[in-house]
Protein backbone atom coordinates (compact mmCIF):
# COMPACT_ATOMS: atom_id res chain seq x y z
CA UNK A 1 0.00 0.00 0.00
CA UNK A 2 3.00 2.36 0.68
CA UNK A 3 4.20 1.33 -2.49
CA UNK A 4 1.16 2.65 -4.63
CA UNK A 5 0.45 5.13 -2.87
CA UNK A 6 4.26 6.65 -3.50
CA UNK A 7 3.61 6.19 -7.42
CA UNK A 8 0.36 8.00 -7.25
CA UNK A 9 1.80 10.70 -5.10
CA UNK A 10 4.59 10.95 -7.49
CA UNK A 11 1.52 11.19 -10.88
CA UNK A 12 -0.17 13.44 -9.25
CA UNK A 13 2.62 15.86 -8.49
CA UNK A 14 4.09 15.81 -12.16
CA UNK A 15 0.32 15.96 -13.14
CA UNK A 16 -1.74 19.08 -13.85
CA UNK A 17 -2.44 20.92 -10.43
CA UNK A 18 0.70 19.88 -8.94
CA UNK A 19 3.59 22.71 -7.93
CA UNK A 20 5.79 24.96 -10.10
CA UNK A 21 9.53 25.45 -9.92
CA UNK A 22 9.69 27.98 -7.12
CA UNK A 23 10.19 31.42 -9.11
CA UNK A 24 12.37 33.04 -6.71
CA UNK A 25 15.20 30.64 -7.29
CA UNK A 26 14.38 30.38 -10.97
CA UNK A 27 14.73 34.09 -10.90
CA UNK A 28 18.09 33.64 -9.11
CA UNK A 29 19.25 31.17 -11.76
CA UNK A 30 18.51 33.43 -14.18
CA UNK A 31 20.59 36.55 -12.70
CA UNK A 32 23.30 34.17 -12.65
CA UNK A 33 23.25 32.81 -16.02
CA UNK A 34 22.94 36.76 -17.50
CA UNK A 35 26.38 37.54 -15.41
CA UNK A 36 27.79 34.43 -17.03
CA UNK A 37 27.03 34.85 -20.51
CA UNK A 38 26.95 38.81 -20.60
CA UNK A 39 30.49 39.07 -19.52
CA UNK A 40 31.63 35.91 -21.31
CA UNK A 41 34.81 37.13 -23.35
CA UNK A 42 34.59 33.94 -25.55
CA UNK A 43 32.33 36.19 -28.30
CA UNK A 44 34.21 39.21 -27.95
CA UNK A 45 31.38 42.15 -28.91
CA UNK A 46 28.79 39.84 -30.14
CA UNK A 47 27.86 38.33 -26.47
CA UNK A 48 24.64 39.17 -27.17
CA UNK A 49 24.56 35.92 -29.64
CA UNK A 50 25.66 33.63 -26.80
CA UNK A 51 22.24 35.15 -24.27
CA UNK A 52 20.54 34.61 -27.57
CA UNK A 53 20.84 31.09 -28.28
CA UNK A 54 20.80 30.22 -24.18
CA UNK A 55 17.69 31.77 -23.66
CA UNK A 56 16.18 30.61 -27.16
CA UNK A 57 16.92 26.56 -25.92
CA UNK A 58 15.82 27.38 -22.00
CA UNK A 59 12.53 28.27 -23.37
CA UNK A 60 12.13 25.70 -25.67
CA UNK A 61 13.32 23.09 -22.95
CA UNK A 62 16.53 22.01 -24.86
CA UNK A 63 19.50 22.84 -22.69
CA UNK A 64 19.25 19.85 -20.73
CA UNK A 65 19.40 17.35 -24.16
CA UNK A 66 22.75 19.44 -24.73
CA UNK A 67 25.23 16.35 -24.15
CA UNK A 68 27.89 17.31 -26.57
CA UNK A 69 28.70 20.48 -28.70
CA UNK A 70 26.97 18.64 -32.11
CA UNK A 71 23.74 18.57 -30.31
CA UNK A 72 23.66 22.53 -30.30
CA UNK A 73 21.33 23.35 -32.79
CA UNK A 74 22.24 26.02 -35.81
CA UNK A 75 19.90 29.06 -34.80
CA UNK A 76 19.32 30.99 -38.13
CA UNK A 77 17.14 33.95 -38.61
CA UNK A 78 14.86 33.71 -42.18
CA UNK A 79 12.96 36.22 -43.98
CA UNK A 80 8.76 36.25 -43.86
CA UNK A 81 8.55 34.47 -47.06
CA UNK A 82 10.70 31.31 -45.99
CA UNK A 83 9.21 28.43 -44.84
CA UNK A 84 8.93 27.08 -41.22
CA UNK A 85 11.95 24.87 -40.56
CA UNK A 86 13.71 23.45 -37.28
CA UNK A 87 15.84 26.38 -35.48
CA UNK A 88 14.36 28.86 -37.18
CA UNK A 89 13.73 32.17 -36.07
CA UNK A 90 11.77 35.75 -37.95
CA UNK A 91 10.86 38.69 -37.33
CA UNK A 92 6.88 38.89 -38.34
CA UNK A 93 5.64 42.69 -38.92
CA UNK A 94 2.44 43.92 -38.61
CA UNK A 95 1.56 47.63 -39.02
CA UNK A 96 4.27 49.19 -37.46
CA UNK A 97 5.02 46.21 -35.07
CA UNK A 98 7.08 43.75 -35.57
CA UNK A 99 7.26 40.03 -33.33
CA UNK A 100 9.70 37.77 -32.98
CA UNK A 101 8.43 33.74 -33.60
CA UNK A 102 10.68 30.77 -33.48
CA UNK A 103 9.87 27.15 -35.39
CA UNK A 104 7.47 25.21 -32.65
CA UNK A 105 7.83 21.44 -34.00
CA UNK A 106 4.38 19.32 -34.30
CA UNK A 107 4.95 15.78 -33.96
CA UNK A 108 2.76 13.56 -36.22
CA UNK A 109 1.96 9.93 -37.55
CA UNK A 110 2.79 11.85 -40.82
CA UNK A 111 6.12 13.42 -39.11
CA UNK A 112 7.19 16.61 -37.76
CA UNK A 113 5.48 19.69 -38.56
CA UNK A 114 7.05 23.01 -37.59
CA UNK A 115 4.99 26.01 -37.43
CA UNK A 116 5.61 29.44 -36.45
CA UNK A 117 5.23 30.16 -32.80
CA UNK A 118 5.41 33.95 -31.18
CA UNK A 119 7.76 34.34 -28.78
CA UNK A 120 6.42 35.39 -25.22
CA UNK A 121 5.53 39.18 -24.76
CA UNK A 122 8.21 39.63 -21.91
CA UNK A 123 10.95 38.28 -24.12
CA UNK A 124 10.63 40.09 -27.19
CA UNK A 125 12.57 42.96 -25.94
CA UNK A 126 15.13 41.23 -25.71
CA UNK A 127 14.83 39.15 -29.03
CA UNK A 128 13.58 41.59 -31.47
CA UNK A 129 15.94 43.54 -31.72
CA UNK A 130 18.69 41.06 -31.91
CA UNK A 131 17.01 38.97 -34.41
CA UNK A 132 16.82 42.18 -36.42
CA UNK A 133 20.65 42.48 -36.31
CA UNK A 134 21.41 38.82 -37.47
CA UNK A 135 22.02 38.51 -41.01
CA UNK A 136 19.80 36.03 -43.47
CA UNK A 137 20.67 32.23 -43.67
CA UNK A 138 24.01 32.40 -40.84
CA UNK A 139 23.72 30.28 -38.10
CA UNK A 140 24.21 31.95 -34.80
CA UNK A 141 26.97 30.59 -34.11
CA UNK A 142 30.24 28.58 -35.69
CA UNK A 143 31.52 25.24 -34.86
CA UNK A 144 34.37 26.82 -32.52
CA UNK A 145 31.78 28.98 -30.64
CA UNK A 146 29.96 25.82 -30.22
CA UNK A 147 32.68 23.86 -28.53
CA UNK A 148 33.21 27.09 -25.98
CA UNK A 149 29.09 27.78 -25.51
CA UNK A 150 29.34 24.24 -24.93
CA UNK A 151 31.84 24.31 -22.19
CA UNK A 152 30.65 27.18 -20.57
CA UNK A 153 27.34 24.90 -19.82
CA UNK A 154 29.21 22.20 -18.66
CA UNK A 155 31.35 24.38 -16.16
CA UNK A 156 30.30 24.85 -12.73
CA UNK A 157 28.48 28.08 -12.37
CA UNK A 158 29.44 30.14 -9.52
CA UNK A 159 27.23 32.89 -7.52
CA UNK A 160 28.29 36.37 -8.29
CA UNK A 161 29.11 37.95 -4.96
CA UNK A 162 26.15 40.46 -5.45
CA UNK A 163 23.69 37.23 -5.34
CA UNK A 164 25.38 35.01 -2.30
CA UNK A 165 22.73 36.16 0.10
CA UNK A 166 19.99 34.85 -2.42
CA UNK A 167 19.18 30.86 -3.17
CA UNK A 168 19.05 29.48 -6.23
CA UNK A 169 17.76 26.60 -8.25
CA UNK A 170 20.02 23.41 -9.20
CA UNK A 171 21.27 23.86 -12.74
CA UNK A 172 19.25 21.02 -14.09
CA UNK A 173 16.02 22.22 -12.56
CA UNK A 174 16.66 25.33 -13.61
CA UNK A 175 17.74 24.30 -16.97
CA UNK A 176 13.87 22.00 -17.23
CA UNK A 177 12.28 24.70 -16.11
CA UNK A 178 9.83 25.09 -18.53
CA UNK A 179 9.41 21.64 -18.99
CA UNK A 180 8.07 21.38 -15.49
CA UNK A 181 5.73 24.32 -15.87
CA UNK A 182 4.44 22.76 -19.01
CA UNK A 183 3.85 19.75 -16.64
CA UNK A 184 2.13 21.29 -13.60
CA UNK A 185 0.08 23.82 -15.40
CA UNK A 186 -3.76 22.89 -15.04
CA UNK A 187 -4.95 25.46 -18.11
CA UNK A 188 -2.99 23.36 -20.67
CA UNK A 189 -4.62 20.90 -22.80
CA UNK A 190 -3.15 18.26 -22.76
CA UNK A 191 -2.33 18.29 -27.01
CA UNK A 192 -0.33 21.48 -26.19
CA UNK A 193 1.64 19.60 -23.81
CA UNK A 194 2.80 17.00 -25.91
CA UNK A 195 3.85 19.55 -28.44
CA UNK A 196 6.05 21.42 -25.94
CA UNK A 197 6.72 18.36 -23.89
CA UNK A 198 6.81 14.94 -27.00
CA UNK A 199 4.94 12.40 -26.33
CA UNK A 200 7.52 10.69 -24.16
CA UNK A 201 7.00 13.14 -21.63
CA UNK A 202 3.37 13.35 -21.30
CA UNK A 203 2.07 11.86 -17.73
CA UNK A 204 -1.10 10.96 -19.63
CA UNK A 205 -0.03 9.79 -22.50
CA UNK A 206 -3.31 7.98 -24.08
CA UNK A 207 -5.03 11.74 -24.08
CA UNK A 208 -3.63 12.11 -28.03
CA UNK A 209 -5.47 8.82 -29.08
CA UNK A 210 -8.71 10.73 -28.73
CA UNK A 211 -8.22 14.41 -28.64
CA UNK A 212 -7.99 16.92 -31.32
CA UNK A 213 -7.12 20.58 -31.37
CA UNK A 214 -6.33 23.39 -34.37
CA UNK A 215 -3.28 24.13 -34.20
CA UNK A 216 -4.14 27.80 -34.45
CA UNK A 217 -6.00 26.99 -30.98
CA UNK A 218 -2.90 25.38 -29.59
CA UNK A 219 -0.81 28.60 -30.89
CA UNK A 220 -2.99 30.68 -28.72
CA UNK A 221 -2.39 28.35 -25.71
CA UNK A 222 1.40 27.71 -25.87
CA UNK A 223 1.93 31.49 -26.14
CA UNK A 224 -0.34 32.00 -23.25
CA UNK A 225 1.21 29.63 -20.88
CA UNK A 226 4.90 30.64 -21.96
CA UNK A 227 3.87 34.24 -20.88
CA UNK A 228 2.56 33.05 -17.44
CA UNK A 229 5.76 31.29 -17.05
CA UNK A 230 8.01 33.96 -17.74
CA UNK A 231 5.75 36.26 -15.88
CA UNK A 232 5.93 34.58 -12.20
CA UNK A 233 10.13 34.84 -12.86
CA UNK A 234 9.95 38.92 -13.56
CA UNK A 235 7.97 39.51 -10.74
CA UNK A 236 10.10 37.62 -8.63
CA UNK A 237 12.90 39.44 -10.06
CA UNK A 238 11.55 43.18 -9.57
CA UNK A 239 10.46 41.94 -6.31
CA UNK A 240 13.79 41.34 -4.63
CA UNK A 241 15.38 43.67 -6.03
CA UNK A 242 17.20 42.08 -9.07
CA UNK A 243 16.52 44.19 -11.92
CA UNK A 244 20.15 45.13 -12.52
CA UNK A 245 21.65 41.37 -12.78
CA UNK A 246 19.81 41.45 -16.13
CA UNK A 247 21.53 44.71 -18.19
CA UNK A 248 23.42 43.83 -20.97
CA UNK A 249 24.68 46.37 -23.94
CA UNK A 250 23.82 45.69 -27.46
CA UNK A 251 24.84 47.49 -30.14
CA UNK A 252 26.22 50.09 -28.05
CA UNK A 253 22.85 50.23 -26.12
CA UNK A 254 22.08 49.73 -22.54
CA UNK A 255 19.45 46.86 -22.64
CA UNK A 256 17.67 45.17 -19.83
CA UNK A 257 15.83 41.85 -19.55
CA UNK A 258 12.60 43.28 -17.08
CA UNK A 259 12.39 46.42 -19.24
CA UNK A 260 8.80 47.96 -19.96
CA UNK A 261 6.55 45.96 -22.36
CA UNK A 262 6.18 46.64 -26.12
CA UNK A 263 3.05 47.27 -27.93
CA UNK A 264 1.18 43.57 -28.76
CA UNK A 265 0.36 43.95 -32.45
CA UNK A 266 -3.56 42.62 -33.37
CA UNK A 267 -2.86 39.03 -34.59
CA UNK A 268 -1.85 38.28 -30.54
CA UNK A 269 -4.89 39.36 -29.41
CA UNK A 270 -7.73 37.74 -31.64
CA UNK A 271 -9.62 35.20 -28.78
CA UNK A 272 -8.71 31.82 -28.76
CA UNK A 273 -6.74 31.80 -31.32
CA UNK A 274 -3.52 32.73 -33.10
CA UNK A 275 -2.87 32.82 -36.84
CA UNK A 276 0.69 32.06 -39.11
CA UNK A 277 1.46 33.94 -41.64
CA UNK A 278 3.54 34.13 -44.65
CA UNK A 279 4.68 36.39 -47.20
CA UNK A 280 3.70 35.73 -50.43
CA UNK A 281 6.11 37.85 -52.79
CA UNK A 282 5.14 36.15 -55.83
CA UNK A 283 4.15 38.28 -58.91
CA UNK A 284 5.98 41.08 -57.73
CA UNK A 285 4.22 42.05 -55.03
CA UNK A 286 3.90 41.28 -50.93
CA UNK A 287 1.73 40.46 -48.91
CA UNK A 288 1.28 38.48 -45.84
CA UNK A 289 -1.29 35.62 -46.12
CA UNK A 290 -2.55 33.14 -43.41
CA UNK A 291 -0.98 29.64 -43.09
CA UNK A 292 -4.26 27.17 -43.15
CA UNK A 293 -4.68 25.62 -39.86
CA UNK A 294 -3.89 22.20 -39.18
CA UNK A 295 -5.84 19.44 -37.30
CA UNK A 296 -3.57 17.85 -34.74
CA UNK A 297 -4.31 14.95 -32.74
CA UNK A 298 -7.01 11.63 -33.35
CA UNK A 299 -8.93 11.76 -36.54
CA UNK A 300 -11.10 9.51 -34.53
CA UNK A 301 -12.68 12.49 -32.91
CA UNK A 302 -15.93 13.23 -33.55
CA UNK A 303 -17.72 16.76 -34.51
CA UNK A 304 -20.21 18.14 -32.39
CA UNK A 305 -22.81 18.17 -34.38
CA UNK A 306 -22.62 15.05 -35.93
CA UNK A 307 -23.26 13.76 -31.91
CA UNK A 308 -25.73 15.98 -31.64
CA UNK A 309 -27.69 14.42 -35.01
CA UNK A 310 -26.77 11.11 -33.81
CA UNK A 311 -28.78 12.03 -30.67
CA UNK A 312 -31.60 13.27 -32.39
CA UNK A 313 -31.49 10.28 -34.52
CA UNK A 314 -31.96 8.19 -31.86
CA UNK A 315 -34.53 10.16 -30.18
CA UNK A 316 -37.19 9.50 -33.00
CA UNK A 317 -35.99 6.19 -33.45
CA UNK A 318 -37.08 5.19 -30.06
CA UNK A 319 -40.22 7.82 -30.42
CA UNK A 320 -41.82 5.55 -33.71
CA UNK A 321 -41.63 2.32 -31.55
CA UNK A 322 -44.43 4.40 -28.81
CA UNK A 323 -47.88 3.45 -30.27
CA UNK A 324 -49.78 4.50 -27.22
CA UNK A 325 -50.78 3.31 -24.30
CA UNK A 326 -52.53 0.32 -26.15
CA UNK A 327 -49.38 -1.31 -26.99
CA UNK A 328 -49.23 -5.08 -26.51
CA UNK A 329 -46.97 -6.64 -24.02
CA UNK A 330 -44.54 -6.91 -27.17
CA UNK A 331 -44.71 -3.85 -28.59
CA UNK A 332 -44.19 -2.15 -24.90
CA UNK A 333 -40.86 -4.31 -24.31
CA UNK A 334 -39.76 -3.42 -27.46
CA UNK A 335 -40.15 0.46 -26.73
CA UNK A 336 -38.85 -0.80 -23.27
CA UNK A 337 -35.54 -1.62 -25.42
CA UNK A 338 -35.16 1.07 -27.09
CA UNK A 339 -35.61 3.26 -24.33
CA UNK A 340 -32.64 1.18 -22.74
CA UNK A 341 -30.07 1.24 -25.09
CA UNK A 342 -31.34 5.32 -25.48
CA UNK A 343 -30.12 6.04 -21.44
CA UNK A 344 -26.94 3.45 -22.16
CA UNK A 345 -25.77 6.09 -24.98
CA UNK A 346 -27.05 9.18 -22.68
CA UNK A 347 -24.60 7.76 -19.91
CA UNK A 348 -21.37 7.29 -22.02
CA UNK A 349 -22.03 10.81 -23.90
CA UNK A 350 -22.62 12.38 -20.11
CA UNK A 351 -20.57 10.53 -17.91
CA UNK A 352 -16.78 9.73 -19.93
CA UNK A 353 -17.55 6.63 -18.46
CA UNK A 354 -15.69 3.53 -21.23
CA UNK A 355 -18.76 1.06 -22.40
CA UNK A 356 -16.14 -1.49 -21.94
CA UNK A 357 -16.30 -1.22 -17.88
CA UNK A 358 -19.64 -0.04 -17.06
CA UNK A 359 -22.80 0.70 -18.82
CA UNK A 360 -25.19 0.93 -16.49
CA UNK A 361 -25.19 1.55 -12.54
CA UNK A 362 -25.61 -0.50 -9.75
CA UNK A 363 -28.74 0.20 -7.64
CA UNK A 364 -26.58 -0.02 -4.44
CA UNK A 365 -24.13 2.12 -5.95
CA UNK A 366 -26.24 5.00 -6.53
CA UNK A 367 -27.33 6.77 -3.71
CA UNK A 368 -30.39 8.95 -3.72
CA UNK A 369 -30.46 9.08 -7.58
CA UNK A 370 -27.40 11.93 -7.22
CA UNK A 371 -24.27 10.40 -6.74
CA UNK A 372 -23.28 7.34 -7.98
CA UNK A 373 -19.80 5.24 -8.66
CA UNK A 374 -19.15 2.52 -11.04
CA UNK A 375 -16.54 -0.36 -11.30
CA UNK A 376 -13.57 0.86 -13.72
CA UNK A 377 -10.47 -1.05 -14.48
CA UNK A 378 -10.69 -2.83 -11.40
CA UNK A 379 -11.59 -0.05 -8.95
CA UNK A 380 -13.99 1.77 -8.19
CA UNK A 381 -14.31 5.87 -8.85
CA UNK A 382 -17.17 7.83 -8.70
CA UNK A 383 -19.55 9.38 -10.85
CA UNK A 384 -21.20 12.60 -11.49
CA UNK A 385 -24.65 12.81 -12.85
CA UNK A 386 -26.14 15.99 -14.38
CA UNK A 387 -29.84 17.04 -13.95
CA UNK A 388 -30.82 15.66 -17.02
CA UNK A 389 -29.57 12.20 -16.93
CA UNK A 390 -30.62 11.43 -13.60
CA UNK A 391 -34.24 13.17 -14.67
CA UNK A 392 -33.96 10.60 -17.73
CA UNK A 393 -33.05 7.83 -15.22
CA UNK A 394 -36.51 8.34 -13.31
CA UNK A 395 -38.73 8.72 -16.11
CA UNK A 396 -36.89 5.21 -17.45
CA UNK A 397 -37.11 3.30 -13.80
CA UNK A 398 -41.18 4.32 -13.55
CA UNK A 399 -41.10 2.46 -17.25
CA UNK A 400 -39.12 -0.73 -16.17
CA UNK A 401 -41.42 -0.85 -13.39
CA UNK A 402 -44.87 -0.77 -15.40
CA UNK A 403 -43.15 -3.31 -17.74
CA UNK A 404 -41.85 -5.75 -15.53
CA UNK A 405 -45.40 -5.78 -13.47
CA UNK A 406 -46.63 -7.46 -16.50
CA UNK A 407 -44.02 -10.51 -15.36
CA UNK A 408 -45.27 -12.02 -12.45
CA UNK A 409 -41.54 -14.24 -12.42
CA UNK A 410 -39.52 -10.85 -13.22
CA UNK A 411 -37.07 -10.51 -10.05
CA UNK A 412 -35.35 -7.07 -9.17
CA UNK A 413 -31.98 -6.59 -10.73
CA UNK A 414 -28.91 -5.22 -9.15
CA UNK A 415 -28.41 -3.31 -12.16
CA UNK A 416 -30.10 0.35 -13.29
CA UNK A 417 -30.99 -0.90 -16.61
CA UNK A 418 -31.22 -3.61 -18.66
CA UNK A 419 -33.34 -5.54 -21.58
CA UNK A 420 -36.16 -7.93 -21.07
CA UNK A 421 -36.37 -10.90 -23.59
CA UNK A 422 -39.95 -12.14 -24.64
CA UNK A 423 -40.22 -14.50 -21.43
CA UNK A 424 -39.34 -11.54 -19.43
CA UNK A 425 -35.82 -12.89 -18.60
CA UNK A 426 -33.51 -10.25 -17.56
CA UNK A 427 -30.42 -9.47 -20.06
CA UNK A 428 -27.33 -7.26 -19.44
CA UNK A 429 -26.48 -4.81 -21.40
CA UNK A 430 -23.33 -5.06 -22.98
CA UNK A 431 -21.08 -2.76 -25.11
CA UNK A 432 -21.56 -5.40 -28.37
CA UNK A 433 -25.23 -4.96 -28.06
CA UNK A 434 -24.31 -0.83 -28.17
CA UNK A 435 -22.16 -1.54 -31.36
CA UNK A 436 -24.63 -3.92 -33.27
CA UNK A 437 -27.28 -0.53 -32.47
CA UNK A 438 -25.18 2.31 -33.19
CA UNK A 439 -23.46 0.53 -36.74
CA UNK A 440 -27.27 1.21 -38.67
CA UNK A 441 -27.59 4.56 -36.98
CA UNK A 442 -24.13 6.06 -37.32
CA UNK A 443 -21.33 3.87 -39.72
CA UNK A 444 -18.44 3.50 -38.36
CA UNK A 445 -18.42 5.05 -35.34
CA UNK A 446 -18.31 2.72 -32.24
CA UNK A 447 -19.88 4.00 -28.64
CA UNK A 448 -16.46 4.39 -27.11
CA UNK A 449 -16.14 7.32 -29.14
CA UNK A 450 -18.64 9.05 -27.41
CA UNK A 451 -16.32 9.20 -24.45
CA UNK A 452 -13.29 10.32 -26.31
CA UNK A 453 -16.35 13.12 -27.97
CA UNK A 454 -16.89 13.63 -23.85
CA UNK A 455 -13.00 14.79 -22.82
CA UNK A 456 -13.12 16.53 -26.12
CA UNK A 457 -15.74 18.24 -25.64
CA UNK A 458 -14.12 19.98 -22.18
CA UNK A 459 -11.07 20.54 -23.86
CA UNK A 460 -13.08 23.08 -26.22
CA UNK A 461 -15.48 24.75 -23.91
CA UNK A 462 -14.79 28.10 -23.33
CA UNK A 463 -15.33 30.50 -20.11
CA UNK A 464 -17.02 30.13 -17.96
CA UNK A 465 -17.06 26.60 -18.19
CA UNK A 466 -14.00 25.96 -19.32
CA UNK A 467 -12.17 22.93 -17.07
CA UNK A 468 -8.63 22.59 -16.15
CA UNK A 469 -6.96 19.78 -17.13
CA UNK A 470 -7.12 18.34 -13.83
CA UNK A 471 -10.71 18.04 -13.67
CA UNK A 472 -10.89 16.28 -16.72
CA UNK A 473 -9.36 14.18 -15.68
CA UNK A 474 -11.47 13.34 -12.56
CA UNK A 475 -13.98 13.31 -14.79
CA UNK A 476 -12.62 10.70 -17.29
CA UNK A 477 -11.28 8.42 -14.60
CA UNK A 478 -8.13 7.95 -14.98
CA UNK A 479 -7.02 5.85 -11.80
CA UNK A 480 -3.37 6.03 -12.29
CA UNK A 481 -3.61 9.66 -11.64
CA UNK A 482 -5.20 8.44 -8.56
CA UNK A 483 -9.08 9.44 -9.49
CA UNK A 484 -10.80 6.91 -7.97
CA UNK A 485 -12.73 6.27 -4.21
CA UNK A 486 -10.37 6.26 -1.64
CA UNK A 487 -7.30 8.33 -3.06
CA UNK A 488 -9.49 11.12 -4.53
CA UNK A 489 -10.61 14.17 -1.42
CA UNK A 490 -12.75 17.03 -2.91
CA UNK A 491 -14.53 20.24 -1.07
CA UNK A 492 -17.88 20.62 -2.05
CA UNK A 493 -16.98 23.62 -3.68
CA UNK A 494 -14.74 21.71 -5.87
CA UNK A 495 -17.61 19.89 -7.53
CA UNK A 496 -19.73 23.34 -8.94
CA UNK A 497 -17.50 23.64 -11.89
CA UNK A 498 -17.84 20.31 -13.02
CA UNK A 499 -21.79 20.55 -12.62
CA UNK A 500 -22.24 23.49 -14.47
CA UNK A 501 -19.99 22.06 -17.43
CA UNK A 502 -22.24 18.75 -17.27
CA UNK A 503 -25.48 21.10 -17.47
CA UNK A 504 -23.49 23.06 -20.36
CA UNK A 505 -22.73 19.91 -22.20
CA UNK A 506 -26.63 19.07 -22.29
CA UNK A 507 -27.42 22.39 -24.07
CA UNK A 508 -25.03 21.69 -26.41
CA UNK A 509 -25.79 18.62 -27.43
CA UNK A 510 -29.70 19.96 -27.57
CA UNK A 511 -30.94 16.83 -26.31
CA UNK A 512 -34.52 16.32 -26.01
CA UNK A 513 -36.53 15.06 -23.04
CA UNK A 514 -38.51 12.14 -22.77
CA UNK A 515 -42.06 13.14 -21.96
CA UNK A 516 -43.63 10.41 -21.53
CA UNK A 517 -42.43 8.04 -18.11
CA UNK A 518 -44.21 5.08 -18.49
CA UNK A 519 -46.94 3.42 -20.60
Not at 20 to 27: D, E, G, I, K
Not at 118 to 136: E, I, N, W
Request: aromatic share 12%; net charge positive.
Amino acid sequence: MGKTADIQEKNIRKNAGGVMPNAHRTAVSLAVAFKKLTKSSMLYQDSHRLLLLFIYLWLTNQLDEITCFEDIPDLHRVSGASECEAHCLRNFKEGNTSWTEYAQPYHTKQGTLYLWQPLPTLLQPLFQFMVSSLSYQVPLLKKREKKRFYEELQKRWKTPHLLHRYHRNKRDVFFRYFGYCTQVDPQLSSLAKMVLLGQDKLNHKSATAYQAEQTDRLRKKIFLAQNRYLERVVNSIKLFGLTECFTYTLMGQIKNFSAPLIQIPNYLNKNGFITAYQLNIKNGGKQYEAIPSQLIGSKRSLAEQDVASFFQTLHDRVEQEYLGKNMTLEQHRIYYKWRTTQLAFLFIALTGVRPTHAITIERQRCFAGEQSCVFDKGRWRPVMLCTYLKVEINKYLELQRTLTMQFPHHQKNPMMWYFINKEGDQECLTARNLRLTMQPLWPGVVPYQLRHFFAQCALTSLPPHLLPTQQIDRLMGHSNLGEHLGSDEQFPLSFVPLQKYLEHLVERLGLHKQQRQGV
